[in-house]
């Protein structure tokens, strides 16, 4: 294991097999990170989608379906689908808008509480574990690596998760 890892000093400076063997974690690790969700949602019928809507309506209560639409970045017609679905099923109730009445705002019901505690307790498990196995630096470093290939618009929404924790 020793020839895979990487001076430091030559961060700046990796080969293209380098490069390829980090996509390829990264491929393998995100597939890692969704298989205990994906079975969760396998046996309700859902997918990742609805995975993603019920974290982000989570993480900001009241959020707009435009503003998911902005976060998620897919189209309208594929979000509604996911939401309709969500509603139907009583995890996810869509409030008028006080202000504006053309507006949808969302709120998980409690069932819609208790399916994201479920899934990201799963993910929480198994980055808690990674994240111990590699200690505290490669936890920061991983951090970094993952918001400097962000999107920078992206980067807005992880700022606005960080003021709803304080």
Known sequence: MADDRIDSEN????????????????????????ADPDRILAGKGYGRAHHRAIHFIHRMPGTTVNNLL???GVTKQSLN????????????????????RRERHLH???EGAALERELSDAQRTRMRAAFREAGPQAVAGFRQ??????????RRHLAAGREGER
Do not use: C, K, N, W
């Open 11 to 34: 961060l700046l400076f990796l080969t293209d097999e380098q490069l390829r063997r980090a996509i390829e974690a990264m491929f393998f690790a995100y597939r890692g990170f969704t």
């Open 70 to 72: 902005s976060i998620l």
């Open 81 to 100: 689908r996911v939401l309709r679905t969500l509603v139907e099923d009583g995890l996810v109730d869509s409030r008028v808008g006080e202000r504006d």
């Open 108 to 110: 998980l019901t409690p």
């Open 145 to 154: 690596v993952l918001e400097h290939m962000m999107d920078p618009d992206m």
